[in-house]
């Protein structure tokens, strides 16, 4: 048994026992909450990664992830639009 407690499958199949589907748990209030917003997010990652690929989903996630752990607002409340920390190096498109 490991530190988490789950057993190898090589271990399951030499001792000859199987183990029984998960039961499905019930979810107090702050799980299900939890459980929402991961079904929110992996439904924008999918998204993102059908419109932008894989790297620009990571890229997101992980700037956003940043700016979670420094205190950033995550989008400019005034307007709506997502906060650039700094000016982008990228040109601007002129149409």
Do not use: W
Not at 44 to 50: G, L, S, V
Not at 53 to 63: E, N, Q, R, S
Not at 89 to 95: C, K
Request: net charge neutral; charged share 25%; no cysteine.
């Amino acid at each position: 048994m490991t530190k988490i407690g789950i057993k190898a499958a090589g271990n399951v199949a030499q001792t000859g026992q199987e183990r029984a589907p998960p039961q499905q748990l019930e979810l107090n209030e702050e799980e299900s909450s939890k459980d929402a917003f991961f079904v929110q997010i992996a439904e924008i990652a999918e998204a993102m990664i059908a419109r932008h690929g894989k790297d620009f989903a990571i890229g997101a996630f992980v700037l956003s992830a940043k700016f979670v752990a420094e205190g950033k607002p995550l989008i400019n409340r005034n307007n709506g639009v997502a906060r650039r920390s700094a000016p982008s190096n990228r040109p601007e498109l002129e149409l």
